[in-house]
């Protein structure tokens, strides 16, 4: 069972706002479990991964750094950004359904300048801000359509990179592909 790591972030009974974060993440209400202290289950990025998810050493990015540089380009998500407040994985799932419609609507300048803020975050990101981008950006980034086929031939390598690790990831861990899985 596939747990909303987004939960981690969240303290006490489940969120009215749930549905909403369901939405933005594309996640069922069964993927929440609620431990012995009434805080959700989350998959754990330094155990859960370990046949991909490798430290950096010496990070540069951090969460405010990350926000900042996806607000200046595209001010847009500014209150999208807002609402979640404190809540990574969310404010990165706005950041991939912004990225989704730019795909979807063939503005392939905003694609590319979306894909080298996830590949400067995912190259230079601490390890909160690499999983956001492994777990609520690239994993559920979908290609399939024309235009993302256009749109992968977009992404800097090191994205690309990260995109097959983390479904090769869920290939291994569900026995068989994600859905969102074009190779």
Not at 64 to 77: M, R, S
Request: overall charge negative; hydrophobic content about 35%.
């Amino acid at each position: 069972c596939r747990f909303l790591h987004a939960a981690q972030e969240l303290s006490g009974d489940l969120p009215k706002e749930l549905p909403r974060i369901l939405r933005v993440l594309g996640h069922n209400v069964s993927q929440i479990t609620l431990g012995k202290d009434r805080r959700p289950f989350a998959r754990n990025s330094q155990t859960s991964y370990d046949g991909w998810y490798q430290p950096r050493p010496n990070p540069t990015m951090d969460t405010p750094d990350f926000q900042k540089l996806v607000l200046d380009d595209f001010p847009a998500l500014r209150e999208d950004f807002e609402e979640w407040h404190d809540l990574l994985h969310l404010q990165v799932s706005e950041f991939l359904a912004f990225t989704q419609a730019a795909i979807e609507a063939r503005r392939f300048s905003v694609v590319s300048r979306c894909f080298e803020i996830a590949s400067a975050a995912l190259t230079q990101g601490n390890d909160s801000l690499r999983n956001a981008i492994y777990v609520s950006y690239l994993e559920h980034l979908d290609l399939r359509s024309d235009a993302g086929k256009h749109a992968k031939d977009l992404m800097p390598s090191e994205l690309k990179q990260g995109r097959n690790d983390i479904l090769d990831y869920d290939e291994q861990l569900l026995g068989r592909k994600w859905s969102t899985d074009d190779r």
